[in-house]
Every structure is written in C-alpha cells, then in structure tokens.
C-alpha cells in the first residue's frame, strides 16, 4: 500500500536559516505529492504540489522537487521566517478510482527570533 | 468566498452519548472526507464520499457514522461505541479528478466531560 514517511521534529531554528523537511513515499503507479501546512487550532492549507516526476512545487518561498528515483519530495525554504512556524505535513495521491491522500505523521517547525 | 465550515469549533460529550459534527462545504466538490488527527499520528481516515447517497470506510470507521444526503453536506456522528473520541476532527473536500488537492475546514476539537 501507499506510504509516506517524514523526518520526525520537532525542528527548531533561527529566523533567516535554511530549512529541510525530509519525505519519502511508497507508492504503485504515479502518484501526485503535496505539501500541506498547518497553524496552531487551524485545519491543513495546501502549500505546494507536484504531479509528475521532476516538477517542482512552489509557493510563499518554499520549495519541493517530485524525485522519483529517489521517491521523495524534501521541502526547503531558503530564510525561514517566525510566521512560518507551524505543522508541516507531506501527502501521496494515489488517484485513479481512489482520491484519498495518504498523509505523513507531519513535522512541527519551530522558528525563534 | 467558497470554502468548508466545520461546526462547532469545541465539542464536549458525555459518556454514552452521540454526538455529530456539521461540515459544509460551497466549493461544488463531489468528494468529501473525514479525519481524525491525534497528537504524533498524522491524520487518520475516517469515511470518504465521492458521490451523493454513497460512502466508504476509510482506516478508522469503527464507532462513527456518516451520512450523505446533499452534495454540501457530510456530517460525521461520533457513537457511544468509539470509546476513545478526543480528537481533533478534520472535514475535507476535492474534485474527483486525479491530481487535485483536498480542501480542509478548520476542526472542531471533541473533548470527554
């Protein structure tokens, strides 16, 4: 069956350092990749995707490359900022008949000024 | 603005008692879903819907119940038989075409009295 599998935290770094949150994924077939976010008492926000092997994700800074020889997809942000402290959670699409999204157990990242 | 509400936002029940929880969505999404969300567990599946008047079990469904009369509509019961209901629960809705994110509400959180 699908899997993903992130890098425990928690993570704690200084504002304006380089972030690194590992993922990788089992999967059959091809499957889609998503990054979502989540803040404190809030539900997930999509941050990124991917659909294909090579691309890459991007929004608010961060970024993700869809690796499939390597099955991962490593979130990175150059310059973290407080604001971007929160959960961290990657997710596989199997897609097809099934539309269901196979989620990471999520990284809380901890910014401090 | 188009988006899911989960209501209520806090939930208490009382041994023995039923309880259901309201996600609406106005995005015009087919698909809907529930999740529970435990501290270090990631998001769990609870029940899918991918079409009115049809639903699936997802991972966890023992001592919860769903029902889908309306396409806008999916709300999740929590029964007297789940004998461990605190939780943070996460309603989510996507078109049912491959590739696509799912689009959360913001919780409600259930606590036991």
């Known amino acids: 069956g699908n899997s993903v599998t992130q890098m425990e935290g928690p993570v704690t770094l200084s504002e304006e350092a380089f972030l690194t949150i590992n993922c990788t994924y089992t999967?059959?077939?091809?499957?889609?990749l998503f990054w979502y976010v989540q803040y404190p008492g809030e539900g997930l926000q999509l941050l990124l995707k991917?659909?294909?092997?090579?691309d890459k994700g991007s929004n608010k800074g961060f970024e993700a490359t869809y690796r499939k020889e390597t099955t991962s997809f490593h979130l990175e942000k150059g310059s973290v900022q407080v604001s971007d402290s929160a959960v961290y959670f990657c997710?596989?699409?199997?897609?097809?008949?099934?539309?269901?999204?196979?989620f990471g157990k999520g990284t809380l990242l901890t910014v401090n000024p | 603005d188009g988006g899911i509400t989960q209501s209520p936002k806090y939930l208490f029940r009382k041994e023995g008692q039923n309880v259901t929880l309201s996600c609406e969505q106005n995005?015009?999404?087919?698909?809907m879903y529930w999740y529970r969300q435990d501290p270090g567990q990631g998001l769990r599946l609870i029940y899918y819907?991918?079409?009115?008047?049809?639903?699936q079990k997802g991972d966890i469904a023992e001592g919860y119940s769903v029902s889908r009369e309306k396409k806008e509509s999916f709300p999740l019961t929590v029964t007297s038989a789940q004998k461990n209901p605190t939780a943070f629960y996460l309603c989510?809705?996507?078109?049912?075409?491959?590739?696509?994110?799912?689009?959360f509400g913001d919780g409600t959180r259930l606590s036991i009295l």
């Open positions: 999967a059959t077939g091809y499957p889609s």
């Open positions: 991917a659909t294909k092997a090579d």
């Open positions: 997710a596989l699409g199997s897609g097809g008949s099934n539309y269901k999204l196979t």
């Open positions: 989510a809705s996507s078109i049912v075409t491959d590739n696509q994110p799912q689009h």
């Open positions: 995005l015009n999404h087919d698909a």
């Open positions: 819907s991918q079409i009115v008047n049809d639903f």
